[in-house]
């Protein structure tokens, strides 16, 4: 039973202008033969104008501004005819008028603009003015009150539509910014993952060839190049626990020394042997977390670097602070040995995530050989920086 009255009640929404139609003929009818009008032709013709009135409904919807402007001529031959007083004061037959009338200009408002929809405002309010035979604000009040509510629910339909759209737009962008956010997250922990992994590596390898080119000459020098190796590895893995420990609660240890953390770096990489120097001059106390990390991560990466394509040679390591930046040079000369394996190691992503890094924090990045030989870093940090897309992991 409620499955058929559903069924029942979608049908007659889809059908609305034919159902209103057919109740307000019926109804036009039942007050046209209630009504004493004498048994004449134009008195026939003016309840023919009333029905035809009426059963516009059926169309309004396809074609309200049509419809109105229709009921209006059919209001002014209505009001030609001899016995319109008499069809339009009877209560009966004025209801259902009433109805149509009002259900013509709210139509005109919510289906159609405000300035199409007055070519049937305008016929329509003058026939049913002139019907009456008389001026009757009310009939002003009949069209102009429901069109303007029309035009109200067309707008707020408007604005709903234009809001859904602007919604779907919105979900749409936030798709594609969690998927470039995943994307650069990725390409954050391999850039991590990277600079730990290649420069620790690195490391290892020039110790294990130092170690077993030492084996049989000097046994004591070689178990020292097997302890640097032991050492890097125990640095990588307390570098990749702290870089898991930042993707696991996203909140980094602080650097208990800021930029003189550097020198940590490079005590380990001249207890690998390397001839390795390092100057800091300047301010360096008040440096930013990131900007702190991002000279970490450049001095780390070019050192990676020396060893892999400038084996044996000599870096030189400068940090200076100044008033609102610390300058970073880094000069490795050229190779002192032969290839050691490393030449062809790694993506190639070394010097793209120094300049990346460097610009993400504010400042300017430079690389290229250099005019005696050799290879040069040129960085140049804002003091006070911070990065809210990328947190600095400590080594």
Known sequence: MREAAHRTWRWSATRRGPCIAVILVAA?????????????????????????????????QRAPIVVATVAGVVSLLLALTPYAATITNSVPVTVPVIVAAFGYAYELGALRR??????????LTVGLAMSVGMFNPLIEMLTIGPWAVGLAMAGRRRLARLLDSRAAELAAERDVFAAQSVRYERARIARELHDIVAHCVSLMVVQATAGERLA??????????????SEAAQQAEVELARLVEVLQVGSPRQPTSGLRI????????????????????????DMSAVGAETAYRLVQEAVTNAIKHAPGAPISIALHGRSDRVDVDIVNKQAAVGHIGLESSGGGHGL??????????????SAGPA?????????????????????????
């Open 28 to 60: 036009a009818a039942v007050g046209l033969a209630a009504t004493p009008l004498p048994d004449m032709p134009l008195a026939l013709a003016g309840a023919l104008c009333v029905l035809v009135f009426v059963a516009l409904a059926w169309w309004c």
């Open 114 to 123: 405000w300035t199409m929809s007055l070519a049937g405002l305008v016929p």
């Open 216 to 229: 049989a000459a000097d046994p004591d020098a070689a178990a020292d190049a097997f302890d640097s190796i």
């Open 262 to 285: 550097v020198q940590q770096l490079v005590s380990r990489a001249r207890g690998a042997g390397l001839r390795v120097s390092c100057e800091l001059s300047g301010d360096l106390d």
């Open 352 to 365: 793209r995530g120094m300049r990346e890094r460097v610009a993400r924090c504010g400042g300017t990045f």
């Open 371 to 395: 005019a005696a030989g050799g290879w040069v870093v040129v960085a140049s940090l804002p003091r006070h920086t911070h990065d809210r897309a990328e947190q600095p992991t400590w080594s």
